[in-house]
């Protein structure tokens, strides 16, 4: 059985030291634990999964496909593959779970 705390996985990250870090990974699916500092920039490219995005923690917004949303604690933004979007704006750090389906990188 694959079950997370997210105080662990918060710890892992920050053990980590990137911006993302991937905590699940099957062939139909992955997910990760993504977070942005408080006026910092988010550089990511369209994917060729589809995405989904739950804000744990944080203010921001985020643009997808020329459309601008406010998001804090408890949105969930769904993200279709190859759309453009980032998050902008950030007002207080954001943590966000990331579930990709199929896994990210799996060329499926």
Same mark, same amino acid.
């Given at each position: 059985m694959d079950?997370?705390?997210l105080e662990d996985l918060l710890r892992q990250h920050d053990e980590?030291?990137?911006l993302y870090l991937e905590f699940l990974r099957y062939p139909s699916m992955s997910m990760g634990?993504?977070?942005?500092p408080a006026g910092g920039e988010d550089s990511q490219q369209p994917h060729n999964e589809d995405e989904v995005y739950y804000i744990v923690s944080g203010r921001a917004k985020?643009?997808?496909a020329h459309q601008?949303? =406010?998001v804090s604690?408890?949105?969930?933004v769904y993200v279709a593959k190859h759309i453009e979007h980032h998050f902008h704006d950030i007002e207080e750090d954001l943590t966000i779970l990331v579930f990709f389906a199929p =896994?990210?990188?799996s060329g499926q």
């Open positions: 079950a997370f705390k980590h030291g990137k634990l993504y977070r942005l985020i643009s997808l601008v949303q =406010a604690a408890g949105s969930i =896994a990210e990188y």
